[in-house]
């Protein structure tokens, strides 16, 4: 049996890994987008590095769009199996996949508009809505806990990973030589104490895993103090100084953590009588998703729901779908806030948003999430005068912050807490992947130091053979 892996590696995006078995059989884990900087996504995302005739099947960790986002290219390029996946994360998907498609054409009409001013040939999208749509069609849903067998070589079964609602661990058992062979496949591990979501269950005894390392050198805030710093920035830029707030933030996940804690504030009376704009097509459908799923939201958000029942809406919170209202958005004088996609700052609304607001000084950019080396968030955390959107230089007037305190990622100490189910003595490997090299490198370290041993840090296309 042999791993390669096929991206994510040294790096934090376009998570793939590929199984092949004795008998020749393809498991591809996750086939997600790179969402570094424009000019590399592109190459890396055009060109998967295998044959998607050859894949037999696929198993999905999550719905975030560096998991999930290539699947409709891989359906387009010849896969003809089934896409396994927990039930959320088939729902997410059939609107994260749109949207993502929707961010893919627009783009391509804006780059176009400005090609044909200099005389260059269209260019076309990764993937259309349509591709999008048929790769729905492939999707299979496997709840948590049931052993599903693939074929006469694989079973697997899914564990909460905590990470996002519906984010899996997959747990796989694989006959080889007359001998099972048990691999994990962390996808993204959330943290013990989620503001939405449960924590991470423990997962079966593995023989190798391939654990993710975001946050490998890394202790976060704690989760509590996010709303106090939040209500802080919201008092100065939109109060003292009557500016707009931008909030990239994912449309899953992330919005819904942000909006809870300013519904929180709102019930407590904090928060001052300013609109609040949600303006992300995608992030109504999510939210609508997470409410069907209420199950599985930890005990302090059900308790709060008894005395709010939606705990992602208030007065003055305003969900935009329309392209025209967010445009409108530009006109509005008055002071708010704008919650909006992506996270990364490298495509959807907020580009447009930043596009606007980046050159005035009253307005304030908070950064809540994850932001990839290269990407213009990563640039504009690092205080550059001057950054380039949509071809464009800008100066940068706009007052740059951000919160550590929202992740939906463990940090270095949650990560060995979380792995610490297993009796080190039977694990035989573990490989590293979704995480920026130095930081796998000071990962590996601090694993050693908790008794763990035989961890590699693979290269892309690098393949290992699991006896
Ligand atoms: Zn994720």
Do not use: W
């Amino acid at each position: 049996m042999i791993l390669t892996f096929k991206g994510a590696a040294k790096t934090v995006t376009g998570s793939k890994h590929i199984i092949t078995t004795q008998q020749g059989k393809k498991i591809l884990l996750d086939c997600g987008l790179y969402q570094n900087s424009a000019k590399d996504n592109d190459e890396l995302n055009s060109h998967l590095g295998f044959n998607p005739a050859e894949i037999d099947a696929v198993i999905l960790s999550h719905a975030h769009i560096d998991h999930s986002g290539n699947l409709p290219l891989l359906v387009k390029l010849g896969f003809t199996g089934k896409i396994f996946a927990t039930p959320a994360t088939r729902d997410l998907c059939e609107v994260m996949l749109m949207d993502s498609a929707h961010i893919h054409e627009n783009d391509m009409v804006f780059l176009n508009k400005r090609r044909a001013k200099m005389g260059k040939p269209p260019l076309k999208p990764l993937y259309t809505t349509k591709d999008a749509g048929k790769c729905m069609k492939h999707f299979y849903t496997v709840p948590y806990h049931n052993e599903f067998v693939i074929n006469d070589e694989v079973s697997f079964n899914f564990t909460d990973a905590g990470h996002i609602l519906g984010s899996a661990v997959v747990n796989l058992a694989i006959k080889d030589l007359n001998k099972i062979i048990h691999v994990c496949f962390t996808g993204d591990i959330g943290r013990p104490h989620d503001l939405i979501i449960k924590a991470p269950e423990k997962f079966r005894q593995a023989d190798y895993i391939i654990c993710e390392s975001t946050y490998g050198n890394r202790l976060h805030d704690d989760a509590a103090m996010a709303a106090e710093k939040l209500l802080q920035v919201v008092l100065e830029t939109c109060v003292e100084k009557k500016g707009k707030l931008l909030i990239p933030a994912f449309s899953l996940g992330r919005t819904q953590e942000v909006v809870y804690t300013l519904d929180r504030l709102k019930t407590q009376g904090l928060l001052p009588a300013i609109k609040v704009f949600v303006d992300s097509p995608l992030s109504m459908n999510a939210t609508d998703i997470m409410r069907k799923y209420s199950d599985s939201f930890n005990e302090e958000i059900q308790k709060y729901m008894e005395i709010d029942d939606d705990p992602f809406g208030f007065k003055n919170l305003i969900y935009i779908q329309d392209a025209e209202e967010s445009k409108a958005l530009n006109e509005l004088k008055e002071p708010c806030i704008i919650i909006s996609a992506s996270g990364m700052m490298e495509a959807g609304r907020i580009k447009h948003h930043l596009h606007n607001n980046i050159g005035k000084e009253n307005c304030t950019l908070l950064v809540v999430g994850f932001v990839p080396p290269n990407s213009l968030g990563h640039r504009l955390l690092r205080g550059d005068k001057q950054v380039r959107i949509f071809g464009e230089v800008h100066d940068v007037k706009m007052q740059i912050k951000a919160i550590n305190s929202y992740s939906a990622h463990a940090d270095y100490t949650e990560i060995i807490d979380f792995l610490s189910c297993q009796n080190k003595a039977e694990l035989k490997k573990i490989f590293l992947v979704h995480g920026n090299e130095d930081v796998m490198f000071d990962f590996k370290t601090k694993l050693i130091e908790s008794g763990f041993s035989n961890i590699e840090i693979p290269d892309l296309n690098d393949y290992y053979e699991l006896h």
